[in-house]
């Protein structure tokens, strides 16, 4: 495997799998800004993957004579920080793969597991369907081949329940579905640990959801695979500490974009009024929110296993 070129920007590699959902776009938006390079994962947006990591900012580029970006963390850089003077890296042409190329280990079914959208050498769009066969190791290689070693995996991939599932009206392919997307969680760790071993440091943030502690009648299966894949990040974070390596869950309540105008059912709009009269804050988090929760967890080095609720407060009183 080949690492990215000498000419290559400096910063770390995030990569942010479900990064086409808002939550996902808001922390590969503040990761960027952070000075990582990021790599968009999707499953069946690539124009908007392909959008976001193209007005992705920049990091600065790597000083020269520099052979490889640094694995380490980043200090971050200033809030404004300057275009890197070398602007024609903007549109050199990235080491990744054409265009909707099927690649190795692909789904022997379909060969369309894992497509690759690139835009800019700094950041990347990758498609998978992250449940399909080998499609979290062509992933994860897909992104090290043309960016390096992940530093930072955000897992925000999660497939929705088109309609609420009673646990006396059982759907057994949602359940299949919801229950795929833990495995695919540990697949993810599994496949950037050593990565991040080798570097002596890195950090897993999984994106689990309030529902795991906090049932809400038909988000049974929904609650218990974020259960499930939180329980499995603390684990990682367990085994993993000695390493250097960080494992954290953010877990929101119901989050709200306030720019996007939202449809909701009559029984959406009770249960969300419920809540907020529940709530502390009085009002939802944004996707915004979410993200400044990421980075700070990421660049937190001594917080490891810990749950971020992000609920505006919600459990506190009565
Ligand atoms: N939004 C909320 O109110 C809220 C509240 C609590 C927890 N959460 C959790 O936070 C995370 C992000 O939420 P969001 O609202 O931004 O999500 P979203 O809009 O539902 O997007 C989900 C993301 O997961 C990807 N995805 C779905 N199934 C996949 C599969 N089989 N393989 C690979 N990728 C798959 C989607 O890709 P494509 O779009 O490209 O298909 C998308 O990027 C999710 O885990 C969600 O459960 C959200």
Known sequence: MTGPTAHAPAGPVALVA???G???RAVATALAARGFRVAVHYRSRP??????VAGLPAPPPASPGASAPPT?????PPPSAPEPADASLMTRPSTAQPSAAPLAGDSPETGRSVTVQPVQPVHLAVGADLTAPGAVEALVA???EALGPVAVLVNAAHPGLS???PMADPDPGALAGQLAAVAAHAALCARVVPGMRKAGNGRVVYLSGALMARPAPGFGYYGAAKAAATTLTRYLALEEGTHGITANIVAPGRVVDPGEPEDLTP???DLSERLLQRMALGVF???ADIARAVVTLVESPAVTGQTLWLTGGEPIGV
Not at 72 to 76: A, K, Q, R, V
């Open 18 to 20: 479900g990064g086409t």
């Open 22 to 24: 808002p939550i996902g």
């Open 47 to 52: 124009d908007t993957a392909q959008a976001l």
């Open 72 to 76: 380490s963390l980043p200090t971050p």
């Open 142 to 144: 897909t992104v090290e």
């Open 163 to 165: 309609a609420p599932v």
């Open 267 to 269: 029984e959406q709009a």
């Open 285 to 287: 988090p944004s996707p």
